[in-house]
């Protein structure tokens, strides 16, 4: 294997343009993500262009002809917690220098990005034109847009604005025999075309179309009750209502499995500088659902919750981070509230409104405010769960195992009682955070995992937590996605003829499986436990991601 590596290290420095690393020190650094798992490279390629992705792909391909399989791993900035950024074979890593802004219309709002790009230069860019991307995650200061249209991500506003799936508009994608293609919606003539192309091109979309319209009866059961959810493939929206195709869904979220994303044309919304906020808090799980429900009525641009076990285990760390803030005891339950509507009489109404549900459930109103400085203490109340994620104490660390719960909002309280009641079980402290406004919450027991019973208890405890998201209509994977770590539990969550039909798109894809193997499919609890890290703690990474 040694030699082999060096063999194919020294051919690829031949024939791309960007750099090749074989050195254990890289090679080391890319063996883990922001997940609890560590997998083993054997190169590093910075790849300079698309054209040297293209070679890569199918230099692997000619291989996998011959019979040797050398995965390829297309990688951001690594903040993946479920493995997904991970793999034995070439990490491809496109920040280096596929990480251009392309093209800007600040009428349209249509921008066009390469996938190294990071999020939040683009975001800023975007601001000063009036402009933004709302599905950014908590970790847009260190992450890709090639990252986030991998995981279909989404955080504080998908509420309103919905996930990184629906601001993408049109990709340029790699296929796994190099060649490249362009995805955008098509219409039932265009489709025609593509699938009369004697190409892979064209074989991709025939039986896709196929696949389409013989497991049709079937697709509604992929869909879920839920507002969001990054498991397994979009089948179900290629097909437009009105007959339209596009591929494009089944690329965003697919964490490289299907090809490798070089150019992605997303859909920027309007950015109102002036929103309103208003936290209140809380003393019933009862009274959090009803006035949850109300409140998604008034369309709030974020609804988001942290309970007081998280703000009590905050004090006890960092005693000053809540100082002017709340004061002790905390509410059992705290709801952070946003309107961002362009008028701000609209904002006004909305407020109004938000303010007769509290009074109706006895919530109490914490703070309610629209000056900028005022709103970003109110968010630090809820970013505050990024203290205990990076502190380690007595070895225990806050480990990404079940960071992503989401279920159909109307269960959302369901999730939080029996959240409670499976770490008290397990004799765990819990804390709970997220977005309440798509029942979508985050928590991450703290776990020694150099510890075999630690570790042991890690499977035990993602066991009984997707079992209880799944019988409350839920998904295990609101917006980090399957990676390595929940591919195991696709089966759980899917009825059998679903779970047959995204193999079927992986295979159509990636008939040799070189790219991502393991990621979505291929991965058993079996082979977790053999990659699950003897420690975890975020020093290798924490300088590029900002735990909450």
């Known amino acids: ?71 390829i791993t297309a990688r951001g900035s690594g903040t993946d917690q479920a493995g997904g950024a991970l793999g034995d074979g070439i990490i491809l890593t496109l920040p280096a220098h596929i990480n251009k802004l392309l093209s800007l219309d600040a009428k349209t709002g249509l921008v066009t990005v390469q996938p190294g790009i990071n999020y939040r230069s683009l975001q800023t860019t975007l601001n000063s034109h009036g402009l933004f991307l709302p599905p950014y995650p908590s970790s847009i200061d260190y992450s890709t847009i090639g990252g986030a249209v ?35 919606r098509l219409s039932k003539k265009e489709l025609a075309k593509k699938k009369s192309l004697h190409t892979f091109e064209g074989e991709i979309y025939r039986q896709v179309d196929d696949l389409i319209h013989e497991v049709g009866d079937f697709l509604e059961q992929s869909e879920l009750g839920t507002t969001k959810n990054s498991s397994g493939y979009a ?20 964490q490289g499995t299907l090809g490798v994303v070089t150019a992605a044309q997303l859909q920027a919304s309007l950015h109102n500088t002036n929103s309103s906020m208003i936290m209140v808090g809380l003393t019933r799980l009862e009274d959090l659902s009803e ?22 285990q905050v004090h006890k760390l960092q005693p000053n981070q809540l100082n002017g803030l709340l004061e002790e005891p905390y509410p059992n339950f705290i709801l952070i509230v946003e309107f961002d509507d362009q008028k701000e009489k609209d904002q006004a109404k909305k407020v109004k409104r938000f303010k007769a549900f509290a009074e109706d459930v006895e919530a109490t109103i914490l703070a309610e405010t629209n000056d900028p400085d005022d709103r970003e203490k109110i968010w630090q109340v809820r970013n505050s769960a990024a203290i ?21 909002p109307g269960n959302f309280t369901k999730l939080i009682s029996g959240t409670y009641s499976l770490f ?8 709970v955070w997220g977005h309440a406004g798509d029942a979508n919450i985050h928590l991450q027991p703290m776990l020694n ?5 630690d570790r042991q208890k890690a499977f035990k405890i993602m066991d009984a937590y997707y079992g209880l998201v799944l019988d409350l209509g839920g998904t295990i994977s609101g917006e980090h996605n399957d990676g390595r770590l929940r591919a195991p539990y696709m089966k759980t969550m899917y009825p059998a003829s679903i779970y047959e039909a995204f193999a079927r798109v992986k295979q159509i894809f990636d008939p040799y499986n070189i790219l991502n193997p393991g990621v979505k499919f291929g991965t058993t609890k079996e082979d977790l436990v053999l990659m699950m890290r003897h420690e975890f703690e975020s020093a290798h990474w924490r300088k590029r991601l900002p735990m909450s």
């Open 388 to 408: 205990i994620m990076g502190e380690v104490h007595s070895g225990k660390a806050a480990v990404p195992i079940i960071e992503d719960g989401c279920v159909p």
């Open 150 to 184: 991998a995981n279909n991500a989404s955080g504080v506003r998908t509420v309103k604005y919905g996930d990184t799936r629906q601001m993408t508009k049109a990709l340029d994608v790699v296929l796994s025999n190099g060649d490249t293609i362009y995805t955008t």
């Open 291 to 312: 006035l949850n429900l109300n409140t998604l009525s008034l369309t709030p641009s974020a609804l988001e919750i942290v309970d007081k076990n998280l703000l009590n």
């Open 235 to 254: 089948l179900s929206q290629v097909v437009g209502k009105d007959g339209s195709f596009d591929l494009t869904p089944l690329i965003v979220g697919s």
């Open 424 to 431: 008290s079980k397990y004799n765990l402290d819990v804390a």
């Open 449 to 453: 995992l150099s510890i075999l019973g």
């Open 1 to 71: 294997n040694f030699y082999m590596s060096n063999k194919i290290a020294e051919y690829l420095r031949e024939h791309v343009s960007g750099e090749v690393s074989s050195d254990s020190r890289t090679l080391d650094f890319f063996s883990t993500d922001g997940s609890v798992l560590t997998v083993a490279p054997r190169l590093a390629v910075y790849p300079k262009n698309a054209q040297d992705v293209r070679k890569v792909l199918r230099f692997c391909w000619r291989l996998a002809e011959k019979g040797t399989i050398l995965p």
